[in-house]
């Protein structure tokens, strides 16, 4: 008989081990499914995982690597803190498109006048309306014991609304002939977040690096991510040792609110544009993937926002090129979380077989 | 001689890395009283849930009345005449008396008659119980009666007692001895676990002492001292702490009509607490269990917080503080429930050490952590309070509870507080760390610390409390000096029988 035995102790080995595991079993199970949906496995995985960096167009999907990972790097850097400390902040793409409405709306009132302040500004706004949207679950949570994880997510669809209707009303192009949609900020120099096109290089991807250098140092070397980490293992432990539950609901939520919004302010200037009302694209949703597939560590979720880029532009090219059905890929990013979660029971369980052992 | 009632024969359980049992077998006769003697991990527990069908021996076996008798679940083993009381109560806080009765039983009847069956049993046995009360409103000791009321009802042929006077006042102990010397001279037979071994001498016919999963002896406890039956338990002489005298000090914590609503709703309100703690001295605070000691602790330590002046530390008023800003000034404190509470499991020694130290150690700069010092720290703990782990890099949950414990008041000890709250110090802690515990507080004290040990066991404070004090639903007697106190001044200190003597007077 298979028996799971609790280790004594988190095992180290299978911490960084098992998101090594989840993916190679992905690929094992997604082969599978390509293989039943007619298709021929191998190349089908090749074509995901491999193609965007060594195929013959990798020059053309690199920089795209950069475009996709950052926002998800940005976002999931935010929600590990949350997701640390026990504050499961669901909404991260609600708060990505009101950091984009808000960010934008400021670049455009500026329009067109030229000034080096303008872009400081509109980060500002990103970062101001992505907390602003993040605070409205946490104060009800702190305020009212509302359940964050409900309330952060209906606000996305909220926030999708507020969306359409900006792209349609108060921030539509006055020159576009009645299209709906906003002016397009990648090509007003003051506001575009673009710093190499060529390269996929823009302020989005040097605000995630430095987002995991400083996640990573809160975390490992400071008290604060000392008392999240407390928070999300004892929250009795941590009201002992002085942590004021409350502050910390805020706190978390602002960080992962914030850094949506300049995701979202990042992309709308840069590599989207326009406030169109189809902007968001499930960044907000698969930052949470990444966030664990990452282990909720700072460089893990480098790794893992990698990873999902790839997965994103190996989709494309596989659906362009071998007419894969897009839920197919979509499966395919889900099985990533699930053999994950699966996965990880091994961290804190062993495996035994048979009935009796006496050591 | 008769086939006795239950006859365990070579019974063996391991879990994996240790030996819970190990080829243990005795005999219990009918209507016996038959003690279960042992330290914390000595394998009583893991005996019992063999008995009671929870847990299934890897050998051995089990005769009741003469047939074999292998409970495959807890069902079988109520079936078959086998009834148990647990240390811990498995009872709903929001229902009432009648229906937590109800829901442990198979069919259980209308409303009504459950009432009245327990208001018959209650009658016979002399423990008063009102069917009709909400259960989160009863004490310990009533709580403890619904359960025997529980299993009384299924009028069982062996009833197991797992530690039941760990949470009853002296007089509420004596009246349950009595309920089960009736149980006993009814035929019931008791099986009855206990450390404490004067009850044992008064209550019990035979004793089988465990020690690490083996049967090492057995005695006629009333014909064997309680020391002999403590060294056959620990299997080596006992060190008993040594209290120094010395003269009381200024006054460094007064608290001064500390009232507190309850903070949850089956928590303890406190009431008008008032109370002086002296430089040098340990003052004991004895109660049973959800009297407001979590709630007391929870006032001191800043966990809970009153209004300002409720709380006075060398003069100056300190009740709207937080933890840290208390750990500061000196005033520490280590709660009762060590995962979780005192120590977050998963996280290392190391890191536990942060958790309380951080402030007066200076672990940090700006926030910015100093793992060394944090470490170092951890290893001082560890080597001064022999505590058994192979380094503070390990996980706080690796560690047994009594390990944990001496890690725990360690790390609060190392920090030289100037007052010092404990809450149960040594529960569930073995005999001989239990002791070491004991000595390093009065060794605090001794240096002019004040020390408050808030504890259910009576025998603890005795030992080591100059001052001694009750707390009774939220409130605190006033403090006498522990020296020459009886038992039964105790016993009227932490409010009496609970209505036991009204149960006499009917019964």
Same mark, same amino acid.
């Given at each position: ?14 911490t ?5 595991l989840? @993916?190679?079993?992905?690929?094992f199970?997604?082969?599978?499914l390509? #293989? ?10 090749? +074509? ?20 996709k ?13 949350g ?20 960010? #934008?709306a @400021? ?19 990103g ?14 949570? @702190? ?9 952060? /997510?209906? /606000?996305?669809?909220?926030?999708e ?11 539509r ?14 090509q007003?120099?003051?506001?575009? +977040?673009?710093?190499?096109? +060529? ?50 609901? /805020? ?29 968001? @694209? ?16 700072p460089?893990?979720?480098l ?13 494309e ?6 007419g894969?059905p ?34 | ?7 365990l024969?070579?019974?063996?359980? &391991?879990?994996?890395?240790v030996? &819970? ?12 009283v038959?003690?279960?003697l ?24 089990m ?6 008798f ?37 069919? %259980? ?44 009802? =299924? ?15 002296p007089?509420e ?8 010397? =009736? ?56 060190h ?5 005298d ?15 609503? !309850? ?33 007391l ?11 300002k002046?409720?709380? &006075? ?11 840290? *800003? ?8 280590? %709660? ?47 080597? !001064?309070?022999?505590?058994?782990? %192979? ?13 944990? =414990? ?8 190392? =920090?030289a ?5 404990v ?7 073995? &005999? ?17 610390? !004040? ?15 100059d001052?001694?004090?009750?707390l009774?639903?939220g ?7 522990a020296k020459g106190?009886?038992?039964d001044e ?16 009917? *019964?």
């Amino acid at each position: 008989m298979l028996m799971l035995e609790k280790r004594p102790q988190p095992s180290r080995l299978w911490t960084f081990a098992t998101p090594v595991l989840a @993916v190679v079993l992905t690929m094992f199970c997604g082969g599978l499914l390509f #293989a039943a949906l007619g298709q021929d496995p191998f190349e089908t995985i090749r +074509t995901i995982f491999l193609d965007p960096l060594f195929s013959e167009f990798a020059w053309f999907y690199r920089p795209q690597l950069l475009i996709k990972g950052a926002p998800l790097v940005l976002i999931a850097i935010g929600l590990s803190f949350g997701f640390r400390a026990g504050i499961w902040n669901i909404g991260a793409e609600g708060q990505y498109i009101v950091g984009a409405i808000c960010g #934008a709306a @400021v670049g455009l009132a500026f329009f067109p006048m030229e000034s080096f302040i303008i872009l400081p500004l509109m980060v500002l706004a990103g970062a101001l309306g992505g907390i602003l949207w993040a605070m409205i679950p946490g104060l009800l949570r @702190v305020r009212f014991g509302t359940n964050e994880i409900l309330v952060s /997510l209906m /606000l996305v669809y909220v926030a999708e609304q507020l969306l359409a209707s900006m792209a349609l009303g108060a921030l539509r192009n006055p020159d576009g002939m009645g299209f709906p949609g906003s002016r397009n900020l990648a090509q007003y120099p003051s506001a575009t +977040t673009w710093i190499n096109q +060529t390269i996929g290089m823009h302020w989005g991807v040097v605000t995630a690096f430095i987002a995991v250098i400083f996640a990573y140092i809160a975390l490992s070397r400071h008290i604060f991510g000392f008392n999240v980490r407390l928070s999300g293992q004892s929250p009795r432990a941590a009201r002992f040792a002085g942590v004021n539950p409350s502050a910390l609901v /805020l706190i978390c939520m602002g960080i992962s609110g914030g850094l949506a919004g300049l995701a979202g302010l990042f992309e709308v200037a840069g590599p989207a544009g326009q406030v169109s009302i189809d902007f968001n @694209v499930g960044y907000g949703f698969t930052a949470i993937i990444v966030a664990f597939l990452g282990r909720l560590h700072p460089v893990g979720i480098l790794l893992a926002g990698g990873l999902m880029a790839l997965t994103y532009i190996g989709g494309e090219i596989a659906q362009s090129n071998l007419g894969l059905p897009v839920a197919a890929i979509q499966l395919l990013q889900g099985m990533l979380l699930f053999f994950l979660l699966a996965v990880d029971v091994l961290t804190n369980y062993r495996l035994r077989f048979g009935t009796k052992e006496i050591t | 001689m008769t086939e006795p009632l239950l006859r365990l024969n070579g019974l063996t359980k &391991a879990y994996p890395g240790v030996v &819970a049992n190990k080829d243990v077998s005795f005999e219990i006769g009918r209507g016996e009283v038959h003690a279960l003697l042992g330290e914390n991990g000595a394998g009583k527990s893991t005996l019992v849930k063999t008995i009671y069908g929870l847990v299934k021996p890897d050998s051995g076996t089990m005769m009741l009345e003469g047939k074999s008798f292998q409970p495959p679940e807890p069902r079988a083993a109520r079936a078959a005449g086998v009834a148990m009381v647990f240390q811990h109560f498995s009872l709903f806080d929001a229902m009432n008396v009648a229906e937590n009765i109800a829901l442990g039983m198979e069919n %259980p009847p209308p409303q009504a008659e459950i009432a009245a069956q327990v208001r018959a049993v209650s009658d016979q046995y002399g423990l008063p119980l009102d069917p009709d009360r909400i259960v989160g409103e009863l004490s310990a000791g009533e709580r403890q009666r619904v359960e025997i009321i529980r299993c009384l009802l =299924q009028d069982p042929k062996l009833l197991i007692m797992d530690e039941p006077t760990s949470v009853l006042t002296p007089q509420e102990v004596a009246i349950l001895f009595e309920t089960l010397r =009736q149980l006993s001279s009814e035929g019931t037979a008791i099986l009855y676990i206990s450390h404490k071994l004067e009850e044992i001498r008064a209550l019990c016919d035979n004793a089988t002492v465990l020690r690490l999963g083996e049967v090492v002896g057995t005695c006629d406890p009333r014909a064997t001292s309680a020391r002999d039956m403590a060294e056959l338990m620990v299997g080596s002489i006992l060190h008993v702490p040594e209290k120094a005298d010395k003269p009381a000090g200024d006054v460094v914590l007064s608290l001064s009509e500390l009232s507190a609503p !309850a903070p949850h709703r089956f928590g303890t309100p406190l009431r008008a607490i008032n109370l002086e703690v002296r430089k040098g001295e340990v003052l004991g605070i004895g109660g049973v269990a959800g009297n407001g000691q979590d709630e007391l602790v929870a006032a001191l330590s800043g966990e809970m917080k009153t209004a300002k002046a409720m709380v &006075a530390y060398k003069g100056e008023s300190i009740g709207h503080l937080h933890p840290n *800003a208390r750990r500061k000034i000196g005033l520490l404190a280590a %709660p009762e429930e060590r995962m979780g509470h005192a120590a977050a499991p998963d996280m290392s020694l190391t890191e536990n050490a942060i958790l309380t130290a951080a402030t007066r150690e200076g672990f940090t700069t700006k926030g910015f952590l100093h793992w060394g010092k944090a470490r170092h720290f951890a290893e001082g703990v560890i080597a !001064a309070f022999d505590v058994r782990t %192979p380094g503070p890099q390990n996980a706080a949950r690796s560690l047994s509870g009594g390990n944990l =414990q001496k890690f725990v008041i360690g790390r609060e000890i190392m =920090q030289a507080p100037e007052v010092l709250v404990v809450n149960q110090p040594t529960w569930g802690v073995d &005999a001989s760390a239990a002791a070491a515990i004991r000595q390093a507080l009065l060794d605090l004290a001794a240096k002019g610390t !004040a020390v408050i040990v808030i504890s259910q066991d009576l025998d603890e404070l005795m030992e080591i409390s100059d001052r001694f004090a009750a707390l009774n639903e939220g409130r605190l007697s006033n403090p006498r000096s522990a020296k020459g106190l009886t038992v039964d001044e105790i016993g009227l200190m932490l409010g009496g029988a609970h209505d036991m003597e009204v149960a006499h007077v009917d *019964a």
